[in-house]
């Protein structure tokens, strides 16, 4: 299994932006989905975004489209999260996970690999 790290997590206020970064360890990063979900006290862990292998193809719950955007390097075995015009509802803490399958999924319950997490905390 893939071994990943977020960064990039901190305090920022309403309308302002942060930029996500998970590090993936091993030589088999490009074959896997990757998704960013996140957490907030009290909550259940929710889907953010997904994108395929390839970047091909990326998903967005709709609380996020048209704010954050999802991207990865494969050569450098990174994926992102861009956030923008973030709200205070989007504080919580943001996990970075693996998938490796022949399908993109949006549940947690999918993905085998899991970062440690990154908080992020928008003040209003």
């Known amino acids: 299994q893939v071994q990943l790290v977020e960064s990039g997590g901190g305090l920022v206020q309403a309308g302002g932006s942060l930029r996500l970064s998970c590090a993936a360890s091993g030589r088999t990063f490009s074959s896997y989905h990757m998704g960013w979900f996140r957490q907030a006290p009290g909550k259940e862990r929710e889907f953010v975004a997904a994108?395929?292998?390839?970047?091909?193809?990326?998903r967005y719950s709709d609380s996020v489209k048209g704010r954050f955007t999802i991207s990865r390097d494969n050569a450098k075995n990174t994926v992102y999260l861009q956030m923008t015009s973030l709200k205070p509802e989007d504080t919580a803490v943001y996990y970075c996970a693996a998938r490796r399958a022949a399908t993109m999924s949006l549940r947690p319950a999918d993905f085998g690999s899991w970062g440690q997490g990154t908080q992020v905390t928008v003040s209003s």
């Open positions: 994108i395929s292998w390839s970047g091909g193809v990326t």
